[in-house]
């Protein structure tokens, strides 16, 4: 009796306190457990509101993240932390758009070269380009220039007579070829032909920005196959050689394939951007054995300064 006559003269302030108790609750579960979708707080804790949370960091992070660099390509997000990603038509679309600066080279005539590559003075090695030929493909070049200039390894044309260009840029057609520069302390050689119309040029990379595991592609002219391309990472950034008694510093050595005809085609990442330039193999067999080496793109960047006005 004295329980129900307290609660009709206090009925007001049980419910004030029942309306308080409630609020903190709520309050409580908000901030704490994330039941509205509030943000960690005392226990770290974030339930029903952990994804929605979890995508607005993430695409906060992804706004603040410069993707602009050479050899970087969109991110996808699995959790809080970025994981670098690459797709069948990022490798597509890196092709398309470098394939009509690739080029074939051939000669009249080619002696054979002597010796062989090898690494810290103890591997042998076979060069990529082929060394006996006569009135065949000697290697690949890329077009840096849309006047005609293209990059190629000085040893495809160290022997060669009445060198020729085979572009494909809209249709097949071959070139007369000048080496206007040869350094052999990098193994790089630059030719001129004259074109009826300015040509495709491929954009040049940054190497320096380069990290070892990122897919890579190789174009070129394997055998004489003409307009081959082949995928792989890069396995390291800056490997030492030893080729013909020559030492090659700071090679970068990549899986994907390289065989003879490959030498001086590009070695491209993911944003079409051309990275090195495909120079030679680990090859005890003659083929290709997914050790291959290619001289780091801003390695050429200098003599092509120098030689092109």
Not at 139 to 155: L, Q
Not at 231 to 245: E, M, P, T, Y
């Amino acid at each position: 009796m004295k329980i129900k006559e307290w609660l009709s003269k206090n009925i007001l302030w049980v419910l004030v306190a029942l309306v308080v108790i409630n609020f903190l609750i709520v309050y409580w579960g908000t901030v704490n457990l994330g039941i509205y979708g509030g943000r960690d707080s005392l226990f770290g804790w974030n339930l029903l509101g952990r994804r929605k949370l979890l995508l607005q960091e993430q695409a906060t992070a992804a706004e603040s993240t410069d993707l602009t660099n050479p050899g970087q390509r969109p991110v996808a997000a699995s959790s809080s932390n970025f994981v670098l990603t690459c797709s069948d038509d990022d490798l597509a679309s890196a092709f398309a758009s470098v394939r009509p600066a690739v080029v074939n080279i051939t000669a009249d005539k080619a002696t054979p070269r002597r010796g062989g590559p090898a690494l810290a003075s103890t591997v042998a090695f076979d060069d990529p380009s082929i060394q006996f030929v006569e009135e065949a493909s000697l290697g690949s070049g890329v077009i840096i220039d849309r006047r005609g200039y293209i990059i190629t390894n000085a040893h495809v044309v160290a022997s060669a007579v009445n060198v020729k260009v085979v572009t494909f840029s809209s249709s097949r057609m071959v070139y007369p070829a000048v080496i206007i520069r040869k350094d052999l302390e990098n193994d790089i050689a630059i030719l001129k032909i004259e074109p009826e119309s300015p040509l495709p040029a491929a954009v040049l990379g940054d190497s320096d920005m380069i990290k070892v595991a990122e897919s890579v592609l190789t174009i070129g002219s394997p055998f004489g196959l003409e307009q081959t391309v082949t995928a792989g990472i890069i396995s390291d950034d800056s490997r030492n050689l030893i080729i013909d008694n020559q030492t090659y510093e700071d090679m970068i050595q990549t899986d994907a394939a390289i065989n003879r005809g490959n030498s001086g085609g590009p070695l491209i990442n993911v944003s079409g951007e051309v990275i090195g330039i495909n120079t030679a193999i680990y090859a005890p067999t003659g083929v290709f054995t997914g050790v291959g080496f290619a001289i780091p793109i801003n390695k050429v960047k200098p003599i092509i300064k120098d030689t092109i006005r």
